[in-house]
């Protein structure tokens, strides 16, 4: 069997593909568009594996995505590709919409189309279906997975309980709303022509290949680089943390036993505000890689909150514990450890994404 992951080579994607291939032999078809946030270095390690198939593409090219789930008959369809921070959003929102609502529109329609194609488990089971079919999906087996945010949410205050499946969306971005628009086209494709999806919204992740455009790769790298490390506001905005690797095997147990049309919160159970996860970096930068003339504390510097910024975000993860029995394996102090540590081992791969047009947009926004 296959299963086609699109944007598998960002982030996220990246590290589900790795964890997914570390643990199955099942083969991944990997498109991505590889703007600037998709790394083929990222998966240098699967180079010559013939499990995985990385495919230049944009998930909004609907014959390219239709000659895809043709040729290859996937069991599933994991959906990470999308335009995915905010500051970029607020300054550029057309590709945000382009991307994440139109693309997913798109996708789901080339998806709806292999899907509707497929051969009924009943038929099957008849020995009814054409020759060969015996290795395929069935339609009643296929599955598709849509990756998305707890920004859909909005914003809680200090006292709010957490953010569960049931509250309602309130996005305050353009990114979070085109997330919100891309999570609602996917639930109506469930329930206008029964096309079987999952949806999962996680909270802030962080770990291994993240780009230096988010918080806390951000802050390792211009510390160590001697650069002012930027705090927006008082620094008190409080985020739910979750390491990377969690969040592939929520997606991965979601996957396998989710139920059809729902949606899954996944977090952490981490809140921290941006403050303590700067100092915590510092700390631990302090104490792997000293540098001369004091902390690397001294480097933080506060900015002009950015406009329209949520105060608060938390997630309330207890119905895919209640549900599929998952929780996360780290805790925010060992995974926050892994994570430095992983960047100061990793030095070649920090540089070479720090060029081209990330550079220019980095340098333009954090100067």
Not at 334 to 357: C, F
Request: negative net charge; glycine residues 10%; aromatic residues 10%.
């Amino acid at each position: 069997m296959t299963i086609l992951v699109t944007g598998g080579a960002g982030f996220i994607g990246a590290n589900f593909v790795l964890d997914w291939l570390a643990a199955s032999n099942e083969a991944v078809i990997n498109l991505d568009k590889l703007t600037y946030a998709g790394n083929p270095e990222t998966l240098a390690s699967l180079q010559g594996d013939a499990r995985h198939q990385l495919v230049q593409g944009d998930i909004g090219d609907s014959a390219l995505v239709s000659r895809l789930l043709a040729e290859h008959q996937p069991r599933a369809v994991i959906n990470f590709a999308a335009e995915s921070h905010v500051d970029r959003s607020i300054h550029g929102p057309g590709e945000f919409i382009e991307t994440n609502i139109v693309g997913t529109f798109r996708l789901l329609e080339a998806v709806r189309g292999y899907w509707s194609g497929l051969a009924d488990a009943d038929i099957r089971a008849q020995g009814l279906a054409p020759t060969g079919a015996a290795d395929k999906p069935t339609k009643a087996g296929f599955r598709f997975l849509h990756v998305s945010t707890d920004e859909v949410y909005g914003s809680l205050g200090k006292d709010d309980p957490a953010f569960a499946e049931t509250h309602r969306y309130e996005p305050n971005s353009p990114y979070s709303a085109s997330k919100a628009a891309s999570d609602h086209l996917v639930r109506a494709w469930h329930h206008t022509y029964g096309l079987p999806v999952l949806t999962t919204n996680c909270s802030n992740n962080y770990g291994p290949y993240h780009f230096p455009e988010k918080l806390i790769p951000l802050m390792i790298v211009n510390a160590l680089a001697g650069k002012p490390l930027p705090v927006y506001g008082d620094g008190m905005q409080v985020r739910d943390w979750l390491y990377v690797k969690d969040h592939c095997s929520a997606i991965r147990t979601v996957l396998a036993g989710g139920r059809l049309g729902e949606t899954y919160n996944v977090g952490g159970w981490n809140e921290k505000p941006n403050i303590e996860i700067v100092q915590t970096v510092c700390k631990l930068l302090d104490e792997m890689r000293p540098k001369a003339g004091g902390s690397y504390a001294s480097q933080i510097t506060y900015v002009t909150d950015r406009p329209g910024h949520d105060r608060r975000y938390a997630i309330d993860a207890r119905k895919l514990e209640a549900e599929l029995g998952w929780k996360p394996a780290e805790t925010f102090e060992t995974g926050i450890r892994k994570t430095v540590a992983w960047y100061l081992a990793n030095p070649e791969w920090v540089a070479h994404v720090q060029s081209g047009a990330y550079r220019e947009w980095v340098n333009k926004q954090y100067a």
